[in-house]
């Protein structure tokens, strides 16, 4: 499954920046696969941190084959050795036992942090441990699929930003900017980003200033 997106985002973003729209006819659409089991979302999120995202992949497939279905019974059931054993670091894996166990007792709600409106959905993500805003940020596009997540905190969004405008900088009052202008449709301006900041315009480079050595 890929983040839902069509005409309707892309001539909203079109007629608001016509330098996105010449991105958007030249990368075409993009397929950002999602996971839309929010529990699975948050355990995937959390593996993933601090790691290449090959190495994530193939824990999670050694994740799946131990536990068959990722959910807040199988994790809890095979405890934090288990975890660890598939190639999950022992914070990682407590921090994965934890939501599991709130899960289970009610503690957090999966449905109704579903249906929050999105700055509610982060804190609440937020409170779990292991879960910063990015991953909540994250989370909340890749997940529950929200229309307007746009995250300073995600390093090739700015990088897409710079290369696209040019920027030798993003600061937080310029990414407001374009965030503004993005709105109410900046996930899908930030499918675009990631793209350009991953090399699918080929000669498009970084302006930013090169670390001295």
Not at 44 to 50: D, L, M, R
Not at 64 to 89: C, D, P, Y
Not at 184 to 193: C, E, N, Q
Request: glycine share 8%; hydrophobic share 45%.
């Amino acid at each position: 499954m890929y983040f839902d997106y069509g005409a309707r985002e892309v001539d909203y973003l079109k007629a608001r920046d016509h330098v996105l729209g010449e991105v958007i006819d030249q990368v075409g659409h993009v397929e950002r696969e999602v996971d839309p089991d929010l529990f699975s979302a948050v355990v995937h999120h959390i593996v993933g941190q601090q790691i290449s995202t090959k190495a994530q992949a193939t824990i999670w497939a050694r994740m799946r084959e131990r536990l068959g279905e990722v959910n807040a019974r199988t994790v809890a059931a095979a405890g934090t050795a288990a975890l660890q054993s598939v190639g999950i670091s022992l914070r990682k894996a407590e921090y994965i036992q934890d939501f599991a166990g709130k899960v289970n007792s009610g503690a957090f709600d999966l449905q109704r942090v579903a249906a929050l409106p999105d700055s509610e959905a982060i804190e609440a993500l937020v409170a779990l441990k292991g879960v910063g805003v990015w991953t909540a940020e994250m989370i909340l596009l890749f997940c529950l699929q929200l229309p307007d997540i746009f995250s300073f905190d995600d390093l090739a969004i700015q990088r897409g930003l710079r290369m696209v405008y040019r920027h030798r900088k993003i600061d937080r009052k310029l990414f407001e900017k374009y965030r503004r202008r993005f709105s109410p449709y900046g996930s899908v301006a930030s499918l675009y980003l990631w793209a350009v900041a991953g090399g699918a315009i080929p000669g498009k480079k970084d302006p930013a200033p090169r670390p001295k050595k």
